[in-house]
């Protein structure tokens, strides 16, 4: 299996929990976007503390000191997509790092089937790995996300 740092620097993870769950402060030399689709978490950055609810991407910039909390029993689904940004070209970069200052979104009941079926489709080319798929994370899911 490749590593991370093999695969053009992205990573995307998909995790279900039906339990309590709290990370350890840290780190990393990466940027991190999670996707809740269902739970309940708080989310610590820096020395803010963000609550997080269903419909919810929270953004974490590289070398930036955070952690998780699921707090309630229920169950949880949510999607992680780290990335370097050498993973993207110049203009890619820009624009979606602009975006790493407001940490938080809120999607709009509107928007949330198109946007948990990209999140659904980008885990689904990372997790199998057909021909082209680094072409397709890096190309096609992130820069059609408005179309």
Known sequence: MLEFSDIYGINVTKSKN???????????P?????YVRSGNFTYFI?????PVEPKTIVLTNKNTIH????????DSTYFVVRFYTTSL????SDTLLNLFKFRRFSIEEKDFSLIDLLF?????????KNDGYDI???KDDVRNIDT
């Open 18 to 28: 039906h339990r309590y769950v709290e990370s350890e402060n840290h780190s990393h």
């Open 30 to 34: 990466y940027y991190e976007l999670l």
């Open 46 to 50: 820096d020395d803010e503390i963000i």
């Open 67 to 74: 952690k998780a909390r699921l707090y309630d029993n229920g």
């Open 89 to 92: 070209d110049d203009a890619l």
């Open 120 to 128: 659904s489709k980008i885990y689904k080319e990372f997790k199998h």
């Open 136 to 138: 397709m994370l890096i």
